[in-house]
């Protein structure tokens, strides 16, 4: 039954799946190819503060001018939790997940960087 | 008083494309049984008749069977006007449309494969349309096209397959299965 299976399929009918197969493919590669970070890039005052692994949770206290920011790492996502700034964006900003994402509190100077296997261009870097 | 008796006058093609409709209807409630592991991945076995249908009776009683199909599944399962009946609705009307130009394509080369392959990218991307446009207005959505579209290859190729087959079938039954009396 299996064997006579492939009989039903005619020429065409392989020229259409070919396609469909094409068509899948390209949509997964055009979609899904968000590169996953594995690292957090974290600075302060412009320079490197530290460099974290995702797989690992965590909270980690970074000192800047007006105080102390605190940026949490869990389930390979990161986030600022708090922060002396004024305006709170970068706590607002939320879950970080994918790789070229970045928050940035000012004005305690503190920023932290997601990055992946490649670096991606982005208006921050070019 | 007397009793009012309406009567419809219905024509053997009209008890046929019931009959074909009431059998989609079959595969739609047998098919409810089989857990998905996300909502709208289903096999949507009732287009094998649509498929059928279509081969033998063309486009006109397809689309009817199709269309009763739908709006009968959405009276049986309590969700006529539902969201649920529009992203059924708006997959059997665009895969319809598109089964309207597959058959166009030439019989030498292209099977009920083909159709319902193509039939199954339609009712994705009529239901990814509504999903979109009236659901789920957030670009987070594009992320489960790749696995729609999956789904509908394999899908689409099993039931153009299992469509074949029951062609097959019937080309060998052919005096018992046309003997039916209506």
């Known amino acids: 039954m299996y064997s006579t299976a492939f009989l039903h399929i005619k020429p065409g009918d392989w020229l259409t799946l070919l396609l469909g197969s094409a068509c899948v493919a390209a949509l997964a590669l055009a979609l899904w190819s968000g590169d996953f970070a594995d690292r957090a890039i974290i600075r302060s005052g412009g320079k490197l503060f530290r460099e974290v692994e995702l797989s690992r949770d965590q909270k980690i206290e970074v000192p800047g001018p007006l105080g102390i920011s605190v940026i949490a790492i869990e389930k390979r996502k990161a986030r600022i939790t708090s922060d002396p700034s004024p305006r709170q964006y970068c706590v607002r900003q939320g879950w970080l997940q994918q790789s070229g994402e970045i928050a940035l509190c000012l004005p305690n100077q503190v920023s932290v960087e997601l990055a992946g296997s490649q670096k991606r261009y982005d208006s921050l870097n070019y | ?182």
């Open chain 2, 1 to 182: 008083m007397t009793a009012s008796i309406i009567k419809f006058d219905t024509t053997a093609e009209d008890h046929h494309i019931a009959r074909m409709a009431a059998v989609a209807l079959g595969l739609t409630v047998l098919e409810s049984a089989i857990p998905s592991p996300l909502p709208g991945v289903k096999p949507g076995l009732a287009n094998i008749v649509t498929l059928i249908v279509l081969a033998r009776y063309g486009w006109r009683i397809a689309a009817w069977v199709s269309l009763l199909r739908v709006l009968a599944g959405s009276l049986l399962f309590g969700n006529f006007l539902s969201p649920g009946f529009f992203l059924s609705l708006s997959g059997a009307v665009l895969s319809l449309l598109v089964l309207a130009l597959a058959q166009l394509l030439p019989t030498r080369w292209f099977g009920p494969v083909s159709h319902s392959v193509y039939a199954a990218f339609a009712h994705i991307s009529g239901q990814m349309l509504v999903v979109y446009l009236w659901l789920i207005p957030h670009a987070g959505i594009v992320y489960l096209v790749p696995v729609f579209a999956t789904a509908a290859l394999v899908f689409g190729t099993v039931n153009g397959l299992i469509a074949a087959r029951f062609m097959d079938n019937a080309e060998t039954l052919k005096p018992k299965v046309i003997g039916n009396p209506a």
